[in-house]
T-cell receptor, first 111, second 113 residues
Framework: AQRVTQPEKLLSVFKGAPVELKCNYS??????LFWYVQYSRQRLQLLLR??SRESIKGFTADLNKGETSFHLKKPFAQEEDSAMYYC?????????????FGKGTLLTVNP | KAGVTQTPRYLIKTRGQQVTLSCSPI?????VSWYQQTPGQGLQFLFE???????NKGNFPGRFSGRQFSNSRSEMNVSTLELGDSALYLC????????????FGQGTRLTVV
């Protein structure tokens, strides 16, 4: 069975500090990994996906297949980064719109 | 381009009743997925429809059902409501093809009393 674990329900950092949101997964096969974000009073939206290998709003995430992890990192947190972050996976290829989500990490960036 | 629209935004129902929720995807998106979000279980996949056919189904009882129309609009139905069905129900639409971005609606908040 596929599973996504986000060990931290809450994470609080100060503005300008580095931030790392952890995500570990369990999946037999080749998964596609995503980070979704939900800002206050906004809808859930894609932040980044591992296949794009891009940096969005200063965030990056590297897929580590050996450690089955996909941690989200940002070197200098901003107050506007405060939001709920969800790690998610789906199977690569084919009809694969079934996203398995972690339970989320609420990030608070303090001034 | 209009986003994913879910109606109604809020619903209060009594145990034993049934409810129908609606989702209008982004124009051109033929895949529609439904998720249940609760504080305890988080976001859980219900089912996914593509071209009026259910392609994937999550681990939910048969009381949860859905359908998709030729214009890609989708409905989900929950029969014989239970208190535990109280949740935020999210709909997401995607373009056809591999692992593309899912665009989410704002959800329907269902409260069962």
């Amino acid at each position: 069975a596929q599973r996504v674990t986000q060990p931290e329900k809450l994470l609080s950092v100060f503005k300008g500090a580095p931030v790392e949101l952890k995500c570990n997964y369990s999946y037999s096969g080749s998964p596609e990994l995503f980070w979704y974000v939900q800002y206050s009073r906004q809808r859930l939206q894609l932040l980044l996906r591992h296949i794009s290998r891009e940096s969005i709003k200063g965030f990056t995430a590297d897929l580590n297949k050996g450690e089955t992890s996909f941690h989200l990192k940002k070197p200098f947190a901003q107050e506007e980064d405060s939001a709920m972050y969800y790690c998610a996976l789906t199977s690569s290829g084919g009809s694969n719109y079934k996203l398995t989500f972690g339970k989320g990490t609420l990030l608070t960036v303090n001034p | 381009k209009a986003g994913v629209t879910q109606t109604p935004r809020y619903l209060i129902k009594t145990r034993g009743q049934q409810v129908t929720l609606s989702c209008s995807p982004i124009s051109g998106h033929r895949s529609v997925s439904w998720y249940q979000q609760t504080p305890g279980q988080g976001l859980q996949f219900l089912f996914e429809y593509f071209s009026e056919t259910q392609r994937n189904k999550g681990n939910f009882p048969g009381r949860f059902s859905g359908r998709q129309f030729s214009n890609s609009r989708s409905e989900m139905n929950v029969s014989t409501l239970e208190l535990g069905d109280s949740a935020l129900y999210l709909c997401a639409s995607s373009l056809p093809g591999g692992s593309t971005e899912a665009f989410f609606g704002q959800g329907t908040r269902l409260t069962v009393v």
